[in-house]
């Protein structure tokens, strides 16, 4: 005897078809889900979620961004995930520390505008946590309300309760209407929450994809606040399980998913700890990965109606804060959408 576990078929209409199980597509789901509307299956190409970007996220929940649109959606972000059940947000705190003090003055501004608490500190401060070495660190801030994202975790809680679908590519979107590797769906609204492919499917200009890389160096560390350091030599690292992970802040120009860790992100990394004499630099680098950020030229992120097609909404361009976001982007994103299901257009 022949037993077949049932699994359901793709269905042939649903309200919302979001492509993309990132970030983008899962805080969509989740945020419309929280406004009611529960008639939306997201479509991930690949056998599991998380394989590109949202995936290999660094984790690092920081609020205060390079300018005032991404730091809305981060602050807001970071509001929400705190709100979530389990281990999504650690209270970790985040130092940023900067090359010059005109630049943390105007986070010291960005902050107070956005109603962040922050401490303003000197190198000692964060000498006292991490080894930076002779790092030219003119100011630092302590933001007590940053902390660190279990990215696993946060895209398993976005996408609770909503039907993905994986394995699924979308070759060719038309009017009201998805053509997959598994059949066809008509719906209402389209969301295109590509990543690095954002536009491939519409024709519309392709964003700007940077590759960054990622590391675990073995060391002794202790949890508690990372550091980012901004300006000349940027660099980020916190507190693993493992050792440090740490990045360079590397930023070659890619094609869409290619993110195989290279050697010129490794050497990158090995310079600046070297430029900066700290211990880290003769450390062994236990694991490397890297991945890509899209931005639009303007790198603020496309979020909403697109102005020509009715039925079709972005959730694109989340660049290098969308895991911290995530749940803001949904919201904006989910706006958009409930305005287009309630036009009935
Ligand atoms: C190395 C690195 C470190 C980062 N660190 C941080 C951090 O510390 N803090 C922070 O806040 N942010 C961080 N980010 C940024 C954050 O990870 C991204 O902004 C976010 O993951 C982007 O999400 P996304 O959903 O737009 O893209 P993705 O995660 O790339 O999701 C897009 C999905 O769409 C799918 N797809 C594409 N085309 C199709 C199709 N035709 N049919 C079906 N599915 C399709 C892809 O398979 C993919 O799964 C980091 C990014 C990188 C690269």
């Known amino acids: 005897m022949c037993y077949k576990t049932a699994v359901p078929e793709l269905p042939q209409r649903a309200s919302v078809v979001i492509i993309g199980g990132g970030f983008a597509g899962a805080a969509t789901a989740w945020a419309l889900r929280r406004a009611g509307v529960s008639d939306v299956i997201v479509l991930e190409r690949e056998m599991a979620l998380g394989r590109y970007a949202s995936g290999r996220s660094a984790g690092l929940g920081r609020q205060l961004a390079e300018d005032d649109h991404t730091t809305a959606l981060t602050v807001r972000g970071a509001q929400l995930i705190r709100e979530m059940k389990g281990d999504v947000w650690r209270p970790t705190g985040g130092i940023l520390s900067f090359d010059s003090a005109e ?19 000197d190198r000692a401060a964060v000498q006292g946590r991490w080894p930076v070495g002779e790092l030219k660190i003119a100011k630092a801030l302590y933001v007590a309300s940053d902390g660190t994202i279990d990215v696993t975790q946060l895209l398993r809680e976005l996408v609770k309760k909503t039907r993905v679908e994986v394995s699924c590519g979308v070759e060719r979107i038309e009017p009201h209407r998805v053509i997959t590797t598994k059949g066809a769906i008509e719906a ?3 969301v295109d929450a590509t990543g690095a492919w954002a536009g491939g499917l519409t024709g519309d200009e392709p964003l700007l994809l940077y590759k960054r890389h990622v590391f675990i160096i073995e060391n002794e560390s202790e949890p508690g606040p990372w550091l980012w350091h901004l300006g000349a030599g940027e660099m980020y690292m916190r507190h693993d399980g493992e050792g440090v992970l740490m990045s360079p802040c590397d930023a070659a120009r890619s094609e869409p998913g290619h993110q195989e860790p290279d050697l010129v992100g490794e050497a990158h990394v090995r ?13 062994i680098i236990t694991r490397r990965w890297a991945c890509q950020r899209a931005f639009r030229p303007d790198r603020k992120m496309r979020l909403g109606r697109d102005d020509q097609r009715p039925w079709l909404v972005w959730a694109a361009g989340l660049g290098g804060h969308g895991a911290t976001a995530a749940p803001a982007v949904g919201e904006a994103v989910a706006a958009a959408v409930v305005e287009r299901l309630q036009s009935g257009q």
């Not at 960005?110 to 608490?117: E, H, K, M, N, Y």
């Not at 310079?271 to 450390?283: F, G, Q, S, V, Y």
């Open 188 to 190: 209402q609204v389209i």
């Open 271 to 283: 310079k600046l700890l070297e430029d900066a004499e700290m211990p880290l630099a003769n450390a």
């Open 103 to 121: 630049l943390a003055d105007a986070y010291v501004e960005r902050a107070q505008r956005f109603g962040v608490p922050v401490e303003v500190g």
